[in-house]
Every structure is written in C-alpha cells, then in structure tokens.
T-cell receptor, first 115, second 118 residues
Framework: AQSVSQHNHHVILSEAASLELGCNYS??????LFWYVQYPGQHLQLLLKYFSGDPLVKGIKGFEAEFIKSKFSFNLRKPSVQWSDTAEYFCAVTVYGGSQGNLIFGKGTKLSVKP | EPEVTQTPSHQVTQMGQEVILRCVPISNHLYFYWYRQILGQKVEFLVS????????KSEIFDDQFSVERPDGSNFTLKIRSTKLEDSAMYFCASSEALPGGVLNTEAFFGQGTRLTVV
C-alpha cells in the first residue's frame, strides 16, 4: 500500500533560519505530490503541488519543494522562515490514474518559529 | 474567496449515539471527500463522493458510516452508534475534478469538526 513518511514530528527554528521538511513516499508508479499547511485553528491549505514538468515547484509564501524521483522524495524548503510560518505541514500524494483522487497524507510536521 | 464550511466546529456525543457532521462544499465543485485525523496521527481518507454516489471508500469507512448529499448544497457524514475510537477531527473537502487528475485540480478543505465521544 502507498504511504507517506514525514521524518520530523516537531521542528523548532528561530526567525530567518532556513527550513527543510522531509517527505518520502512509497509507490513505484506515477504520483502527484502536495504540501498542505494548517495554521492554528484553520483549515488545511494547499502550499504547492507537483504534477509533472519542472521538479522544482514554487508555492505560496516563499515555499518551494523539489521532487526527486530517484529518492521518492518531495522535500519542502523555505530560505528564511517567519514567525507567521508557525503551523503544521502535511505532505500528501495521490496515485495518478489509480484511486479516485484520495489523498494519502503523512503524519505532519509541526513547525514552531521563535521570534 | 469561496471556501468549504463545516458545522459544528466541535461536537461532543455519548458513546452509542448517532452524529451527523455537516459540510457545505464549494458550489461548483463535483467531488466531495471526508477525511479524519485522530489526535497525533495522520490525516486519513474515509470516502469520496461523486454524482450522488460513493466513488471510493477506505477500510475505515465501515457500515457505521454513511454519506449523503440531501440537497444541492450540503454533504453530510453520519456515524451511527459512535465509539470512543471515533473521536477525531473530521475534515470535509471538495474539488472541481479529481485531485491530481487530468485537470490537475486541488482539493479544498474545511476547518474540520472535532468530534469527541465520551
């Protein structure tokens, strides 16, 4: 069965530090990849997505992610975090052409940014 | 900006009772989903719904669960005879087309309903 692993449960950074959150998935076929963010008390919002093309994807709020097919990875990065980036981040995949579009989520990584 | 809305935000129910969680998807969306997140665990797919019928369901979605689109706007999740382990955050989502499908659309999520079974 397909699965998504997020390596870090809780990351604590100071403002202006660089961020990289790991995400690996297990599936040998074509996948579509997503990062969602959930700010405290709010709904899940899409940060960025990868379907095809350039493996370096830019999203909202200065986030980007790189799809490395050989490593089954889709790590999320931001060069300089802000206090307002404090949230929980979820990596998710869908199996292209397979299931009816259901998203398979990782466990999430909680990011705390200290001012 | 259109959004998915869920009510109530928090529901407390006694074990064995039935609950109905309500969702209003984005109006021009065709696909609807329920997910749940047990505290400290990952967000899990429950069911997808299209054209007034279930298109896919996970093994979690057993006979105690049902979904319905009773009118043109609401999408409900009913849990019959709730159990303690049903305590979780339940998220509704909708999309124009299949997330990751040909049209490359995303799923939009509601804020969730926190269900506490006591």
């Amino acid at each position: 069965a397909q699965s998504v692993s997020q390596h870090n449960h809780h990351v604590i950074l100071s403002e202006a530090a660089s961020l990289e959150l790991g995400c690996n998935y297990s599936y040998g076929g074509t996948v579509n990849l997503f990062w969602y963010v959930q700010y405290p008390g709010q709904h899940l919002q899409l940060l960025l997505k990868y379907f095809s093309g350039d493996p370096l994807v830019k999203g909202i709020k200065g986030f980007e992610a790189e799809f490395i097919k050989s490593k089954f990875s889709f790590n999320l990065r931001k060069p300089s975090v802000q206090w307002s980036d404090t949230a929980e981040y979820f990596c998710a995949v869908t199996v292209y052409g397979g299931s009816q579009g259901n998203l398979i989520f990782g466990k999430g990584t909680k990011l705390s940014v200290k001012p | 900006e259109p959004e998915v809305t869920q009510t109530p935000s928090h529901q407390v129910t006694q074990m064995g009772q039935e609950v109905i969680l309500r969702c209003v998807p984005i109006s021009n969306h065709l696909y609807f989903y329920w997910y749940r997140q047990i505290l400290g665990q990952k967000v899990e797919f429950l069911v997808s719904f299209y054209n007034n019928e279930i298109s896919e369901k996970s093994e979690i979605f057993d006979d105690q669960f049902s979904v319905e689109r009773p009118d043109g706007s609401n999408f409900t999740l009913k849990i019959r005879s709730t159990k303690l382990e049903d305590s979780a955050m339940y998220f509704c989502a909708s999309s124009e087309a299949l997330p990751g499908g040909v049209l490359n659309t995303e799923a939009f999520f509601g804020q969730g309903t926190r269900l506490t079974v006591v």
